[in-house]
């Protein structure tokens, strides 16, 4: 029996690198820094996920239970690794809590950082009570609460979503499309009109990514559910200390609107993990210079980073979707089990 192989983070990825490496016959440690595992979906309480309508509980619960409930499979909950040392087939990686694992490989399936809306003051977050982001509203969806204007408690009449909040944003040093907000905005849109058919539901855009076959929600938000979308540049959110005032400019005819809603919802990116720079000292891995962490070969060994045995799965890498985290932590596996194979063999 070779040593384990070592999981960090237990998200999509985390945890679909570990079914597949215990499916494997391989023995899986993981080590997951929150109280809980699977990642943003449960942490950050989504409520049904985009494309598939599927409460997140539903979806991401049992990816949980087949890995925490395996005889093969430790985990270490509220742990991080502060000291990872040795060679491919033979590490040994120190956690916060003191205990040691030895492992013959590790995958980083570490993810994202949600974007601080408070890093765009210019557009109300933290300053007026109905700004919020798509998280909040997940959470009010979730929660089973409805989505209520926190300002009141009453249910909003009109919503602005605005799209690229902390993406595509040179001014704040955020140059990367987050992929997956404009189809969660689309999918938003849909349950809001749902939950309150008197409400209007106004989409702000640059362009819209609602890439391959997401690009259904997009027409379907608009042909069943009404949702109204409006290319501009937003200069300002404003209060009159009731509505909430969107400023920009109409880009499509080019002239400015004002318009003001009950409740504004931005459409939050993804950051890398603030632990990017500890986790590139610790484990000897290279950053993209946007700070996620850098695959090494993208074709021929796939979640490979510059450190032989150290891979690299999921929202880590950059944005990316739950289906493909969960694929590259899948392809991660495999391509570590068949990288390694003299490595391990050589520490049975
Ligand atoms: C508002 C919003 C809504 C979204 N909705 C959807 C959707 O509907 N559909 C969709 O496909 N995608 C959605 N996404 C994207 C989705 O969240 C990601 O695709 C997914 O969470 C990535 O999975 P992951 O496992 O790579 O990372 P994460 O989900 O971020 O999991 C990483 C795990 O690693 C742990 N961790 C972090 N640092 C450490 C460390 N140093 N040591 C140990 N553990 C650590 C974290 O606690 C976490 O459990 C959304 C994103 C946002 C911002
Ligand atoms: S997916 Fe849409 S909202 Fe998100 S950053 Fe890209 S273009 Fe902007």
Avoid at 215 to 241: F, L, M, N
């Amino acid at each position: 029996m070779s040593k384990p192989i070592l999981v960090v983070g237990g998200g999509p990825a985390g945890l679909a690198a570990a079914h597949s490496l215990l499916v494997a016959g391989q023995e899986v440690v993981v080590v997951e820094k929150a109280d809980r595992l699977g990642g943003a979906p449960i942490l950050s309480g989504y409520a049904k996920l985009a494309p598939t309508f599927e409460w997140a509980t539903d979806a991401i619960g049992p990816m949980v239970t087949r890995v925490a409930d395996h005889t093969n499979a430790t985990v270490h909950l509220n742990a991080t690794v502060t000291e990872f040392s040795g060679e491919p087939g033979n590490f040994k990686a120190t956690l916060s809590t003191g205990e040691t694992v030895d492992c013959a490989a590790t995958i980083l399936c570490t993810g994202f950082t949600h974007f601080d809306s408070i890093n765009k003051p210019e557009w109300g977050f933290g300053t007026f009570p109905d700004v919020v982001t798509t998280t909040q509203v997940e959470q009010m969806i979730s929660s089973g609460k409805g989505i209520r204007r926190p300002s009141n408690g009453e249910p909003p009449k009109r919503v602005a979503i605005l799209l690229c909040v902390g993406s595509r944003d040179r001014q704040i040093g955020r140059e990367w499309c987050s992929k997956i907000c404009c189809t969660v905005s689309a999918k938003m849109g849909m349950e809001i009109r749902e939950e309150l058919p008197d409400c209007h539901v106004y989409i702000y855009y640059m362009d819209i990514r609602t890439f391959g076959l997401y690009e259904e929600i997009y027409w379907r938000s608009q042909e069943e559910h009404k949702v109204k979308y409006i290319k501009a540049r937003i200069a300002e959110v404003t209060s009159d200390g009731d509505k909430v005032i969107v400023k920009g400019e109409d880009t499509l005819v080019k002239r400015p609107i004002t318009i003001p809603f009950d409740m504004v919802v931005h459409a939050i990116g993804m950051d890398p993990n603030t632990d990017n720079m500890l986790i590139s000292s610790i484990f000897g891995v290279d950053l993209h210079h946007w700070g996620f962490i850098k695959r090494e070969n993208s074709y021929g060994t796939v979640g490979a980073t510059n450190r032989p045995g150290v891979f690299v799965a999921g929202a880590a890498t950059g944005p990316e979707t739950i289906d493909d985290s969960i694929a590259q932590g899948t392809a991660a596996a495999m391509s570590l089990l068949t990288s390694l194979q003299p490595s391990l063999e050589a520490a049975e």
